[in-house]
């Protein structure tokens, strides 16, 4: 009776989760609020490893490189000019290849910033900050910059995985905030965040664990949700 209870719990919890989705609002800037001097993009993920190549790429992935790169071309022309690149550049005897395989070796394409990123007039200006695991902030400069940059008080999170990367880093902006008892704004666009998909038959196969990417893309954005980051579905002009 009681598993008989729980699963209809996560019935209902499920067709929830499909209407917060579906009903996601679209954040203009008019209704932003936002001083663009204190906003700063960071980007973590977006290279040639997840999107073009490798064993980790996914083209769920690379279809968000389009709507990110024209964010932070929207953003630039707003006057924002703090945009950070977390990525990973990991030495070839990586401890996360345990976890995730070979992927992203520093000096291999994998590890570069994909060329639609690279191209922006304004790449030169950004700031690319190197890491070893799914975590932007932790063994990197990460929380240096943010120390260096302390009048920044909103900050746009796109990349990937969503449940990953993404959420790592979201969760460490907020949550830092919280803890100094700082007011700090985190958005993250649906639109520019995914993450993989590994059907369980495929994974069966491969003998690894099954990744069912839509269900772990919006359940992972809901709780990023309920700790008070601000999901949207898309940051229109």
């Given at each position: 009776?009681?598993?008989?209870?729980?699963?209809?719990?996560?019935?209902?919890?499920?067709?929830?989760l499909d209407e917060?989705?579906?009903?996601?609002?679209?954040?203009?800037?008019?209704q932003a609020g936002w001083d663009f001097q204190k906003t700063a993009l960071i980007s973590v993920d977006l290279i040639c490893g997840f999107c073009e190549?490798?064993?980790?790429?996914?083209?769920?992935?690379?279809?968000?490189?389009?709507p990110a790169v024209m964010l932070m071309q929207l953003l630039w022309e707003h006057g924002v000019?703090?945009?950070?690149?977390?990525?990973?550049?990991?030495?070839?005897e990586a401890e996360e290849f345990s976890e995730f395989g070979p992927h992203c070796v520093s000096g291999t394409r994998e590890a570069e910033t994909v060329d639609e990123i690279k191209q922006l007039p304004f790449f030169d200006s950004m700031t690319v900050i190197l890491k070893n695991s799914i975590h932007s902030g932790m063994n990197t400069e990460l929380h240096q910059w943010l120390e260096q940059h302390s009048q920044i008080d909103t900050f746009v999170?796109?990349?990937?995985?969503?449940?990953?990367?993404?959420?790592?880093?979201?969760?460490?902006?907020?949550?830092?905030?919280?803890?100094?008892?700082?007011?700090?704004?985190?958005?993250?666009?649906?639109?520019?965040?995914?993450?993989?998909d590994m059907p369980v038959e495929t994974a069966k196969e491969l003998g690894v664990l099954p990744h069912p990417g839509d269900l772990l893309h919006q359940i992972f954005l809901y709780h990023m949700a309920l700790n008070g980051i601000e999901v949207v579905k898309e940051i229109q002009p």
């Amino acid at each position: 009776m009681f598993s008989l209870r729980k699963n209809e719990s996560t019935h209902q919890f499920l067709a929830f989760l499909d209407e917060w989705f579906a009903s996601l609002p679209t954040l203009s800037f008019p209704q932003a609020g936002w001083d663009f001097q204190k906003t700063a993009l960071i980007s973590v993920d977006l290279i040639c490893g997840f999107c073009e190549e490798g064993l980790l790429s996914s083209p769920r992935v690379a279809a968000i490189v389009e709507p990110a790169v024209m964010l932070m071309q929207l953003l630039w022309e707003h006057g924002v000019r703090h945009f950070v690149l977390t990525q990973d550049n990991h030495p070839p005897e990586a401890e996360e290849f345990s976890e995730f395989g070979p992927h992203c070796v520093s000096g291999t394409r994998e590890a570069e910033t994909v060329d639609e990123i690279k191209q922006l007039p304004f790449f030169d200006s950004m700031t690319v900050i190197l890491k070893n695991s799914i975590h932007s902030g932790m063994n990197t400069e990460l929380h240096q910059w943010l120390e260096q940059h302390s009048q920044i008080d909103t900050f746009v999170v796109v990349g990937d995985c969503t449940d990953l990367c993404v959420y790592q880093l979201a969760m460490d902006l907020k949550l830092q905030a919280n803890a100094r008892q700082q007011k700090r704004r985190v958005i993250v666009p649906a639109n520019c965040v995914d993450t993989y998909d590994m059907p369980v038959e495929t994974a069966k196969e491969l003998g690894v664990l099954p990744h069912p990417g839509d269900l772990l893309h919006q359940i992972f954005l809901y709780h990023m949700a309920l700790n008070g980051i601000e999901v949207v579905k898309e940051i229109q002009p």
